[in-house]
């Protein structure tokens, strides 16, 4: 799901929502995502945090 997002800045969720439903849920709460409705679909992305924390799981990764 990071992937994803990270590569496209935001995604649609149709067909996939009730298998991602409950996993953004938890990515919204903790305010790493977010979404705004266009027509029938909720289009999400990365927040600025977790734009920051994915950076920073990055650098981790870089330096191991």
Same mark, same amino acid.
């Given at each position: 799901?990071?992937?994803? =997002?990270?590569?496209?800045? #935001? ?6 929502? *009730? /298998?991602? *439903?409950?996993? /953004?849920? #938890?990515? &919204? %709460?903790? &305010? /790493?995502?977010?979404? &705004? &409705? #266009? ?8 927040? %600025?945090?977790?734009?920051?924390? /994915?950076?920073? =799981?990055? %650098?981790?990764? %870089?330096?191991?």
């Amino acid at each position: 799901l990071h992937r994803l =997002i990270r590569r496209q800045r #935001q995604m649609c969720i149709r067909d996939r929502y *009730s /298998l991602l *439903s409950y996993h /953004l849920k #938890q990515l &919204k %709460e903790a &305010k /790493l995502v977010d979404y &705004k &409705k #266009q027509g029938k679909f909720l289009m999400y992305h990365l927040t %600025e945090l977790g734009k920051r924390i /994915l950076d920073i =799981i990055a %650098e981790i990764k %870089e330096s191991l």
